[in-house]
């Protein structure tokens, strides 16, 4: 897209979706700029101490922030914050059922859980009954 004040990059519009979130080429307009402003795009971020990821194969593209030191340090685009126990509890279940599904089924293109086998896995990580159901309510 051109835009009338020539100072505007043309591929400022897919630039600021990026910084919004992951970008998928369902997305097919903004999809297209990325594609045909990677080097551009790839140039302007890392003037930032961003790296541009693009998968063509797989559709997407997102921003990661590049690590200064040995130490991981970055420049603090995206603030780092603990995970509750529950979400950390949810992303290594999450993990391990797509582990699980990679692993054994190389047919079907997508995992399903239900909000049974859920709430099945879920159980041995809680103790107190009370804070299970209080959390799959949440969830829910």
């Given at each position: 897209m051109e835009y009338q004040n020539p100072r505007i990059a043309p591929f400022a519009r897919s630039a600021v979706k990026l910084l919004q979130g992951p970008i998928s080429e369902d997305q097919q307009d903004v999809w297209g700029e990325i594609v045909q402003y990677v080097v551009e795009l790839t140039h302007y971020f890392?003037?930032?101490?961003?790296?541009?990821?693009?998968?063509?194969?797989e559709g997407y593209a997102y921003l990661k922030q590049i690590e200064l030191d040995d130490s991981g340090s970055t420049i603090g685009l995206v603030r780092r914050s603990p995970l509750s126990y529950d979400l950390t509890v949810v992303c290594i279940l999450l993990r391990e059922w797509l582990f699980e599904f990679e692993s054994s089924d190389l047919e079907?293109?997508?995992?399903?859980?239900?909000?049974?086998?859920f709430r099945e896995r879920i159980d041995m990580f809680f103790k107190e009954k009370t804070n299970e159901l209080k959390f799959v309510r949440d969830l829910n």
């Amino acid at each position: 897209m051109e835009y009338q004040n020539p100072r505007i990059a043309p591929f400022a519009r897919s630039a600021v979706k990026l910084l919004q979130g992951p970008i998928s080429e369902d997305q097919q307009d903004v999809w297209g700029e990325i594609v045909q402003y990677v080097v551009e795009l790839t140039h302007y971020f890392e003037k930032i101490a961003i790296e541009l990821v693009l998968d063509r194969r797989e559709g997407y593209a997102y921003l990661k922030q590049i690590e200064l030191d040995d130490s991981g340090s970055t420049i603090g685009l995206v603030r780092r914050s603990p995970l509750s126990y529950d979400l950390t509890v949810v992303c290594i279940l999450l993990r391990e059922w797509l582990f699980e599904f990679e692993s054994s089924d190389l047919e079907t293109a997508n995992l399903y859980v239900t909000p049974r086998e859920f709430r099945e896995r879920i159980d041995m990580f809680f103790k107190e009954k009370t804070n299970e159901l209080k959390f799959v309510r949440d969830l829910n």
